[in-house]
């Protein structure tokens, strides 16, 4: 979503590149539905804080779905509306933009989690949001 082409993680993380942080989810239709999938969404962060995640703060950490066609823009627009309208009293501040390119992390960074589950970030911050996902979204 971002300017810069081929940014870094550097370059996203201070904001000089105007790119999020993101992950691009491949997935087969016949096996997981895209609801499905927006539904993991929404529950392991947070789409009201506007330009953060927590402690995490800057446009980099934005609510961000990039759709890829016309299907998916629809699909996620009517989820945040009734999830706004159910649940967050109007408070999503998601973004919907249509997907242009996807910027693959430095090895570095790529499984950070898998890499690095104990350091503090990953205990604290990613570890409860797994438990969650793997608690309401046993299916997946």
């Avoid at 629809?74 to 309208?85: I, P, R, T, V, Y």
């Avoid at 997907?99 to 790529?110: C, Q, S, T, W």
């Amino acid at each position: 979503g971002g300017t810069k082409p081929n940014p870094t993680y550097k370059s996203t993380c201070d904001g000089s590149s105007d790119h999020a942080e993101v992950v691009q989810i491949t997935y087969d239709a016949q096996k997981v539905a895209y609801s499905k999938l927006l539904s993991a969404f929404f529950l392991v962060h947070d789409p009201t804080q506007l330009n953060g995640q927590g402690n995490d703060i800057g446009p980099q950490y934005r609510s961000l779905i990039m759709w890829h066609d016309e299907e998916q823009r629809e699909l996620a627009a009517q989820f945040s509306k009734k999830l706004n309208q159910d649940k967050f009293n109007g408070q999503i501040k998601t973004i919907l933009q249509k997907y242009d390119m996807f910027y693959k992390g430095e090895a570095y960074h790529n499984d950070y989690y898998g890499q690095n589950p104990s350091e503090g970030y990953c205990r604290f911050v990613v570890a409860p949001k797994l438990a969650k996902f793997e608690k309401d979204m046993k299916d997946l």
